[in-house]
């Protein structure tokens, strides 16, 4: 068959490979037909395309959570005058978001963007709370911010959902906004405008109201509902449960744990993810399980936060979905979280290939249930390689020690062994943006970075 050929939607072509991860399982020779950025055709056992990959392709993995800014300055906290705590790092991140404006942001959001998608991931879920000036007003043109992040992704050629956040509170009880957050201060009202603002963007939009600390009860209810009324299937997500002071401080002012709160007082569901839940209750997990809101998994950040360990196996166990992200972009790639994720089960159980079941491989059981949590936590069709889903590939390779062996020993090789992602190709919504493990923009996206770190003033913290 021809590389591209007729087809009612536009142009069709043809990309192959010697293997692909369906949602069945390994097809060898698949040959995958895309026109409009999706998937039409599936074909397996089929002759190579001219657009062939010699290895095999794994649906794309979505990042479900990440703050862009945040990248500027990772790995500069890492010495005794950084903290001790999730909370003296907190004060650094306020002095970096002080430093940011639109135009230093958009090149740090498309620099993460290419180290992302060299890293596995081909769409990016940005829970975005930096909304206003270094003053704390609000730009004359409101979405400006966002923008920025919109911008930097479309130069990456990554796909986008972005959540616009909201954030009142300094703490519990109605606390109000010091030094730091008041660049991150948006109203239910405010933050539904900007979605307005921004609905002719071109991504996938939802809210992210930051957390019970930062959102009172009325006006996380005000938000999601005016949320529903524009779209109903849109993307809610919301920082719960990370640090043991936090889930104190919410009994003493509500009288629930976070997430326990949350259940029975929002109308949560599968289009709800909670980032962290990290000190979550077996009830708290089951109850998330049972309307399938996604667990936002962090494990890097995490990890360099002391966060603790979230109860991954009981939570699947109950058919509880998860995905993973980078969130402070200690760590870029997939391969990578999926290992902390799995290794830190591993320490808390004193147990190996905690989720692999009876009868599977680690690799492709985490690859697989992380990549349809995240794209349920997305809101887009991605995360699987099927006829409707977006054209989205990550291909890998066997190794040397992996050569002739079945692809599955490929994949766990890649997340349990690797210390760089083996990522080779990647293909973006049928837009071939990662070549030979280079991204096609490299040179230009990372000089207007290094430009954009010049310029932000006191970002070493």
């Known amino acids: 068959m021809q590389a591209g050929g007729a087809w009612e939607g536009g142009t069709m072509e043809f990309w192959s490979a010697d293997w692909a991860l369906l949602e069945s399982g390994w097809a060898e020779r698949p040959r995958f037909g895309v026109a409009g950025g999706e998937i039409v055709s599936v074909e397996t056992g089929a002759a190579p395309a001219a657009r062939h990959f010699a290895g095999a392709i794994l649906p794309g993995m979505t990042n479900l959570h990440s703050h862009a800014f945040q990248r500027s300055f990772a790995g500069r906290t890492e010495f005794a005058g950084g903290g001790g705590d999730f909370w003296s790092w907190r004060e650094a991140m306020y002095r970096a978001a002080g430093a940011i404006e639109p135009d230093t942001l958009a090149p740090v959001a498309a620099y993460l963007g290419m180290q992302l998608?060299?890293?596995?991931?081909?769409?990016?879920?940005?829970?975005?709370?930096?909304?206003?000036?270094?003053?704390?007003?609000?730009?004359?043109?409101?979405?400006?911010?966002?923008?920025?992040?919109?911008?930097?992704?479309?130069?990456?050629?990554?796909?986008?959902?972005?959540?616009?956040?909201?954030?009142?509170?300094?703490?519990?009880?109605?606390?109000?906004?010091?030094?730091?957050q008041r660049r991150f201060d948006t109203s239910p009202e405010a933050a539904l405008r900007i979605l307005g603002d921004l609905a002719g963007a071109g991504v996938r939009l939802g809210l992210s109201p930051h957390s019970l600390r930062a959102v009172p009860p009325e006006s996380l209810l005000e938000c999601v509902l005016g949320l529903a009324a524009m779209d109903a299937s849109?993307?809610?997500?919301?920082?719960?449960?990370?640090?043991?002071?936090?889930?104190?401080?919410?009994?003493?002012?509500?009288?629930?744990?976070?997430v326990e709160w949350v259940l029975e007082n929002a109308p949560a569901g599968e289009n709800w993810c909670f980032i962290h839940a990290t000190h979550t209750s077996d009830t708290e997990r089951r109850g998330m399980a049972s309307r399938l809101v996604v667990a936002g998994l962090c494990p890097s950040t995490e990890g360099n936060l002391g966060d603790g360990i979230f109860g991954l196996p009981d939570f699947v166990a109950s058919g509880g979905r998860f995905g993973v992200g980078t969130d402070s972009h200690v760590g870029l790639d997939a391969f990578g979280e999926l290992r902390l994720l799995e290794y830190s089960q591993r320490l808390r159980s004193e147990t190996r290939n905690v989720l692999a079941g009876a009868d599977g491989h680690s690799g492709r059981l985490l690859w697989q249930r992380a990549a349809a949590g995240g794209a349920g936590a997305a809101g887009r069709p991605v995360g699987v390689l099927k006829v409707g889903a977006r054209a989205d590939f990550v291909v890998i390779e066997a190794t040397a020690e992996t050569e002739g062996m079945h692809p599955d020993f490929w994949l766990d090789a890649a997340v349990f062994t690797g210390l760089r992602p083996p990522v080779?190709?990647?293909?973006?919504?049928?837009?071939?943006?990662?070549?030979?493990?280079?991204?096609?923009?490299?040179?230009?996206?990372?000089?207007?970075?290094?430009?954009?770190?010049?310029?932000?003033?006191g970002i070493l913290v």
Not at 156 to 162: D, E, F, Q, S, V
Not at 424 to 448: S, T
């Open 234 to 258: 849109a993307p809610v997500h919301i920082h719960l449960s990370e640090q043991q002071a936090e889930v104190e401080a919410c009994v003493a002012a509500l009288g629930a744990r976070p």
């Open 117 to 180: 998608l060299r890293g596995g991931f081909t769409s990016l879920v940005e829970f975005h709370y930096l909304q206003n000036g270094r003053d704390g007003q609000p730009y004359a043109h409101r979405p400006a911010m966002a923008e920025a992040v919109i911008e930097g992704a479309q130069q990456a050629g990554i796909g986008l959902t972005l959540l616009v956040g909201v954030y009142e509170t300094g703490n519990f009880g109605g606390a109000p906004l010091v030094g730091g």
């Open 424 to 457: 080779r190709q990647v293909v973006v919504g049928g837009d071939w943006v990662v070549r030979d493990g280079a991204h096609v923009r490299e040179a230009a996206i990372a000089a207007a970075y290094r430009r954009a770190l010049r310029r932000i003033d």
